[in-house]
């Protein structure tokens, strides 16, 4: 397993900084507002609790929802962070979430490459986001040269989206919206004899879908592997799947990634295991955000 953080390889991301974590919760730095939130990876103590009283912004209760956010000092209006050539709109949820995980621009450096290595103009990779979220991926893909379509249930996500690709100048690239189910997105597709270039999912471990239907990842997870593979075209040029939490561990008997890369090797090519990770700028305390499994031929 390799481990890869915001920082690595590419430009650092602006206006975003993990400052410390502990006591499962994380400081950070938005937009030059110091935010405290969840983290049930921080399962340490703070090594200086003191650091604490610097948070202008708090997201009370222990999960990503059923909380509120407080606030000495708001957001700026607009707060923004960037990456290269990426600009990300950074807002208040009804979640702990605010639009963005940085720690996923690793995978957005490699969704680069692997579309910058095979792009012909001719031709560009056709490139499917699944659970796109806010679409840093879908932008990173985009301004790539691909052509992309972004698939999320929640409508006010994928407006998001097109507004960060409007910030990032990418708002006349061809990239089409869809306020979809995913998985009834993905039988859809099927039906259709659609194929894509290269396909990203990065699922939650829990949530609702379009029209109230209950996701789970440890029980949708393998329909959602298999049909993402029946989806790719003869000449793949990606495939990525994120995973966040211990509900992974529930799929595979407890050895997620010997499984999922077995899952994902059957149709040949080989899969990268990744953990992706932030370390804190005052404490130097590495902090585990998820797992990446990277496909490519």
Same mark, same amino acid.
């Given at each position: 397993?390799?481990?890869? %953080?915001?920082?690595?390889?590419?430009?650092?991301?602006?206006?975003?900084?993990?400052?410390?974590?502990?006591?499962?919760? !994380?400081?950070?730095?938005?937009?030059?507002?110091?935010?405290?939130?969840?983290?049930?990876?921080?399962?340490?103590?703070?090594?200086? !609790?003191?650091?604490? $009283?610097?948070?202008?912004? +708090?997201?009370?209760?222990?999960?990503?929802?059923?909380?509120?956010?407080?606030?000495?000092?708001?957001?700026?209006?607009?707060?923004?962070?960037?990456?290269?050539?990426?600009?990300?709109?950074?807002?208040?949820?009804?979640?702990?979430?605010?639009?963005?995980?940085?720690?996923?621009?690793?995978?957005?450096?490699?969704?680069?490459? !692997?579309?910058?290595?095979?792009?012909?103009?001719?031709?560009?990779?056709?490139?499917?986001?699944?659970?796109?979220?806010?679409?840093?991926?879908?932008?990173?893909?985009?301004?790539?040269?691909?052509?992309? $379509?972004?698939?999320?249930?929640?409508?006010?996500?994928?407006?998001?989206?097109?507004?960060?690709?409007?910030?990032?100048?990418?708002?006349?690239?061809?990239?089409?919206?869809?306020?979809?189910?995913?998985?009834?997105?993905?039988? !859809?597709?099927?039906?259709?004899?659609?194929?894509?270039?290269?396909?990203?999912?990065?699922?939650?471990?829990?949530?609702?879908?379009?029209?109230?239907?209950?996701?789970?990842?440890?029980?949708?997870?393998?329909?959602?592997?298999?049909?993402?593979?029946?989806?790719?075209?003869?000449?793949?040029?990606?495939?990525?799947?994120?995973?966040?939490?211990?509900?992974?561990?529930?799929?595979?008997?407890?050895?997620?990634? $010997?499984?999922?890369?077995?899952?994902? %090797?059957?149709?040949?090519? +080989?899969?990268?295991?990744?953990?992706?990770?932030?370390?804190?700028?005052?404490?130097?305390?590495?902090?585990?955000?998820?797992?990446?499994?990277?496909?490519?031929?």
């Amino acid at each position: 397993m390799n481990l890869a %953080e915001c920082s690595s390889g590419k430009a650092p991301c602006t206006g975003y900084e993990l400052l410390a974590s502990g006591d499962g919760q !994380r400081l950070e730095r938005w937009g030059g507002v110091t935010v405290l939130r969840p983290e049930s990876e921080a399962l340490w103590s703070w090594r200086d !609790r003191d650091i604490l $009283t610097q948070a202008q912004g +708090c997201y009370s209760g222990n999960h990503a929802t059923g909380g509120h956010w407080s606030w000495r000092t708001p957001l700026p209006e607009p707060c923004l962070v960037k990456r290269g050539d990426l600009t990300f709109l950074i807002k208040q949820t009804q979640s702990k979430h605010l639009g963005l995980f940085p720690e996923q621009a690793p995978n957005w450096d490699w969704i680069t490459d !692997r579309i910058r290595s095979c792009e012909t103009p001719e031709n560009p990779p056709k490139i499917l986001n699944l659970f796109g979220y806010t679409g840093a991926a879908t932008l990173a893909a985009a301004a790539s040269g691909s052509s992309v $379509t972004h698939v999320d249930s929640a409508r006010a996500m994928v407006s998001w989206c097109s507004e960060n690709a409007r910030l990032s100048g990418l708002d006349d690239k061809p990239i089409r919206y869809l306020v979809e189910d995913c998985l009834t997105f993905l039988q !859809r597709e099927l039906r259709r004899g659609n194929l894509y270039d290269g396909i990203i999912m990065d699922p939650p471990t829990f949530g609702r879908g379009k029209n109230g239907k209950i996701w789970k990842l440890s029980e949708h997870l393998p329909y959602l592997l298999d049909t993402a593979q029946e989806l790719l075209s003869d000449q793949p040029v990606l495939l990525l799947l994120n995973t966040y939490g211990d509900a992974i561990n529930s799929f595979g008997g407890g050895i997620p990634e $010997t499984v999922i890369k077995k899952r994902f %090797e059957r149709i040949g090519g +080989c899969c990268e295991v990744v953990g992706l990770k932030l370390e804190g700028s005052l404490d130097g305390r590495i902090l585990p955000c998820g797992m990446s499994y990277r496909w490519s031929l």
